[in-house]
């Protein structure tokens, strides 16, 4: 069984201003971590994924996340937002293979970029 | 590429009755999967298809059933809905079982 905990429900932030939103899993297999965007009214988009090798992993839109096996964490970053980065962020995780192939996600956080 | 489309994006049902969802794969994908996603929330696996067949389910009850043809579109029905059942609905495809997952925009289901 895999769960996936985002520490933080809400992340408040000044445009130009760096931030970090976190993320904790927790799983009995080997995992693949990803984490998605959903800005209103609209699906999932991939922003990035760790699959294996290097720890930290470079994404879209200028975010990085780095995995960090012992932690069981895999925090997202980015150095500056914008205030087209509001929106929901998910952490999810993927076994890597038998029945744990499907994602299972934290709850979210609300990424606001105040001007 | 049309990527994942989703119909109806919205859609109010009353609750007992029953209701089928729509879900067209980006093109070459070949698994369906759909998920459930509560107001504040973040997505619960319902179900995954590939080859016709139902490969994996998660924790949901036998009135959340599916299907998928032989195009790979696939198909999401609720029996005997519930008020909480009202959720946006995702499907996401991908290459195979264990490729990276694109998702729909997601039909909002509410209902009554």
């Known amino acids: 069984a895999q769960s996936v905990t985002q520490l933080d429900s809400q992340v408040p932030v000044f445009e130009e201003a760096p931030v970090e939103l976190r993320c904790n899993y927790s799983?009995?297999?080997?995992?693949?971590l990803f984490w998605y965007v959903q800005y209103p009214n609209q699906g999932l988009q991939l922003l990035l994924k760790?699959?294996?090798?290097?720890?930290l992993v470079k994404g879209i839109n200028g975010f990085e996340a780095e995995f960090n096996k012992s932690q069981t964490s895999f925090h997202l970053r980015k150095p500056s937002v914008h205030i087209s980065d509001t929106a929901e962020y998910f952490c999810?995780?993927?076994?890597?293979?038998?029945?744990?192939?499907?994602?299972?996600f934290g709850s979210g956080t609300q990424l606001t970029v105040l001007p | 590429d049309a990527g994942v489309t989703q119909s109806p994006t919205h859609l109010i049902k009353t609750r007992g009755q029953q209701v089928t969802l729509r879900c067209s794969p980006k093109?070459?994908?070949?698994?369906v999967s759909w998920y459930q996603q509560a107001l504040g929330q973040g997505p619960q696996f319902i179900f995954q298809?590939?080859?016709?067949?139902?490969?994996q389910r998660g924790n949901f009850p036998d009135r959340f059933s599916g299907h998928q043809f032989p195009n790979y579109s696939s198909e999401l029905n609720v029996n005997a809905l519930l008020l909480g059942d009202s959720a946006l609905y995702l499907c996401?495809?991908?290459?195979?079982?264990?490729?990276?997952?694109?998702f729909g925009q997601g039909t909002r289901l509410t209902v009554v």
């Open positions: 760790y699959l294996s090798g290097s720890t």
């Open positions: 996401a495809s991908s290459l195979t079982v264990n490729t990276e997952a694109f």
């Open positions: 093109s070459g994908h070949d698994t």
């Open positions: 999810a995780v993927r076994g890597r293979s038998g029945s744990a192939r499907q994602l299972t």
């Open positions: 799983s009995s297999v080997s995992v693949y």
């Open positions: 298809y590939y080859e016709e067949e139902e490969r």
